[in-house]
T-cell receptor
Framework: DTGVSQNPRHKITKRGQNVTFRCDPI?????LYWYRQTLGQGPEFLTY????????KSRLLSDRFSAERPKGSFSTLEIQRTEQGDSAMYLC??????????????FGPGTRLTVL | AQKVTQAQTEISVVEKEDVTLDCVYE???????LFWYKQPPSGELVFLIR??????QNEISGRYSWNFQKSTSSFNFTITASQVVDSAVYFC???????????FGSGTRLLVRP
């Protein structure tokens, strides 16, 4: 399977702990995105990378959140000092920058975070 | 401000009925892109279609069709002869030419009953 993969699929943690999620994009895709989705809502943009450069960050991405994409391949999203409000599905997507204008994004299965 | 509104929270139909999912968007940009995604119970978002702001041609793909009207800022999605496997949450999304982030609506949950 050559789609976007995310690990872990589920994470349960206690408030105040740090968590890290990993995303592996489709291999030839050079853009990678992180979104957060809460129950009954559409995904909300967090940040995106082109290769290893982080080009845009949402105001939703507080100081407790950090994302990296070393070497322009996989990406990690870390949440420090988790709060109950961080409980959500964290979605990763990737796209290919090319001559086409649309650059549709393809999503992974998500990591569901539950903060107790 | 950019915004996507999906006013229908939930729709329930009987199999083989036609159903239309509404999407209204707001943007001041002249170049933008519209998308529809499907999120089945398994949770993974599946890309369905992209439309560019400069191309108002409607599109048909099998039982799916999309009606893009710039005059009313709408990008509606119709499923003809619905099937139980069409049951999912459907999201409409907007992307401006100046950014690569997608702005999603709140989704419409479609239930197709046998």
């Amino acid at each position: 399977d050559t789609g976007v993969s995310q690990n872990p699929r589920h994470k349960i943690t206690k408030r105040g702990q740090n968590v890290t999620f990993r995303c592996d994009p489709i291999s030839e895709h050079n853009r990678l995105y992180w979104y957060r989705q809460t129950l009954g809502q559409g995904p909300e943009f967090l940040t995106y990378f082109q290769n290893e450069a982080q080009l845009e960050k949402s105001r939703l991405l507080s100081d407790r959140f950090s994302a990296e994409r070393p070497k322009g391949s996989f990406s990690t999203l870390e949440i420090q000092r988790t709060e109950q409000g961080d409980s959500a599905m964290y979605l990763c997507a990737s796209s290919l920058v090319s001559g086409s204008t649309g650059n549709e994004q393809f999503f992974g299965p998500g990591t569901r975070l539950t903060v107790l | 401000a950019q915004k996507v509104t999906q006013a229908q929270t939930e729709i329930s139909v009987v199999e083989k009925e036609d159903v239309t999912l509404d999407c209204v968007y707001e943007t001041r940009d002249t170049t933008y892109y519209l998308f529809w995604y499907k999120q089945p119970p398994s949770g993974e978002l599946v890309f369905l279609i992209r439309r560019n702001s400069f191309d108002e041609q409607n599109e048909i793909s099998g039982r799916y069709s999309w009606n893009f009207q710039k005059s009313t800022s709408s990008f509606n999605f119709t499923i003809t002869a619905s099937q139980v496997v069409d049951s999912a949450v459907y999201f409409c999304a907007l992307r401006m030419d100046s950014s690569y982030k997608l702005i999603f609506g709140s989704g419409t949950r479609l239930l197709v009953r046998p």
